[in-house]
């Protein structure tokens, strides 16, 4: 599943992306891409900066992809997340899954980026105007 499963300092290719889970019996592909806004908690924001203890978060996103598919079977998913210097408008991640229907392809989608959220290892720091901080890659 290397293909499906990345972190990477590169851009992320939002149709490639969807590309690697597309099939013709899976007609129901849902995408969610998490992009750097321009405001937290009042404050303008210059950039972020992602790091990621690779080797457990890859396995870490791998058993997400494995516990999806222990639900909704026919899934197929693919999840990209980069790392480095982000500015506003870039996608920090980027999670395709398609299923024969819709309503799996979204149940599947939140899924992923919510348990991704909360179990995997990534940090971010929130460069503003005035400073900053690191915090957890949750919202």
């Not at 499963?5 to 889970?21: A, M, P």
Request: hydrophobic residues 45%.
């Amino acid at each position: 599943m290397s293909d499906l499963i990345h972190i990477t300092n590169d851009i992320l290719e939002v149709e490639k992306i969807v590309s690697l889970v597309s099939h013709p019996e899976l007609g129901g592909i849902s995408v969610f891409i998490g992009a750097v806004r321009n405001r937290t908690q009042g404050k303008n924001v210059v950039r972020l900066e992602y790091e990621a203890y690779e080797p457990m978060a890859v396995a870490e996103m791998t058993r997400i992809c494995n516990r999806l598919k222990e639900q909704w079977s026919d899934a197929r998913v693919a999840i990209h997340h980069r790392v480095g210097i982000l500015t506003v408008g870039e996608a920090a991640v980027v999670i395709a899954v398609a299923t024969p229907h819709r309503d799996h392809a979204f149940a599947a989608c939140k899924f992923a980026i919510d348990t991704l959220k909360e179990t995997v290892p990534i940090w971010k720091k929130e460069v503003f105007e005035d400073g900053e901080v690191w915090v957890a890659a949750h919202p």
